[in-house]
T-cell receptor, first 115, second 113 residues
Framework: AQSVTQPDIHITVSEGASLELRCNYS??????LFWYVQSPGQGLQLLLK??????LVQGIKGFEAEFKRSQSSFNLRKPSVHWSDAAEYFC?????????????FGQGTTLQVKP | EAQVTQNPRYLITVTGKKLTVTCSQN?????MSWYRQDPGLGLRQIYY???????DKGDVPEGYKVSRKEKRNFPLILESPSPNQTSLYFC????????????FGPGTRLTVL
């Protein structure tokens, strides 16, 4: 069965430092991969997505992610974190058929930013 | 503005009192879905709908009902809520194409006493 694992439940980084959030997936076919961000009290906002092609994808707010098939990973990165990036981040994999549109989410990683 | 709306945003109720959470999208999307979010579990799909009058169970459908009489609306019904349904609920919609990009509503925080 498909699954998504985010190994880090909570991460704290200093403002201006680089960030990497890990995501590992289990999926038989080529996955559709997503990163969403949830700010406190808000809904989910799409940061970026990968369907095919270039394995390094750029998203909003200066985020990028790299798809590595050999490692079944889709880690999210940002070179310099801002205090406003403090939020919960979710990695998700979409069913390839597209018929159900179902997303399978990881457990989430809470990012805290120190001044 | 393209959006998914949910109402109410916050709801406190008691065990057994039927309730409905509404969801509406203005993007003419065919696919709509309900998720619940619980700490440490991420989001889990409750029900989904691929089009009008077409609905199916997700991963955690017990205790919930849905209907899809119009394309834009997809209400979530709890006939007899129980405390284990206390959660944060999200409605989502997508065009149903293979890209599966889903757009989420702002969430409904439900507390069942």
């Amino acid at each position: 069965a498909q699954s998504v694992t985010q190994p880090d439940i909570h991460i704290t980084v200093s403002e201006g430092a680089s960030l990497e959030l890990r995501c590992n997936y289990s999926y038989g076919a080529t996955p559709y991969l997503f990163w969403y961000v949830q700010s406190p009290g808000q809904g989910l906002q799409l940061l970026l997505k990968y369907f095919s092609g270039d394995t390094l994808v750029q998203g909003i707010k200066g985020f990028e992610a790299e798809f590595k098939r050999s490692q079944s990973s889709f880690n999210l990165r940002k070179p310099s974190v801002h205090w406003s990036d403090a939020a919960e981040y979710f990695c998700a994999v979409g069913e390839g058929s597209g018929n159900t549109g179902k997303l399978i989410f990881g457990q989430g990683t809470t990012l805290q930013v120190k001044p | 503005e393209a959006q998914v709306t949910q109402n109410p945003r916050y709801l406190i109720t008691v065990t057994g009192k039927k309730l409905t959470v509404t969801c509406s999208q203005n993007m003419n999307h065919e696919y709509m879905s309900w998720y619940r979010q619980d700490p440490g579990l991420g989001l889990r799909q409750i029900y989904y709908s691929m089009n009008v009058e077409v609905t199916d169970k997700g991963d955690v459908p017990e205790g919930y009902k849905v209907s899809r009489k119009e394309k834009r609306n997809f209400p979530l019904i709890l006939e007899s809520p129980s405390p284990n349904q206390t959660s944060l609920y999200f409605c989502a919609s997508s065009s149903g194409q293979g890209t599966n990009t889903q757009y989420f509503g702002p969430g409904t925080r439900l507390t069942v006493l």
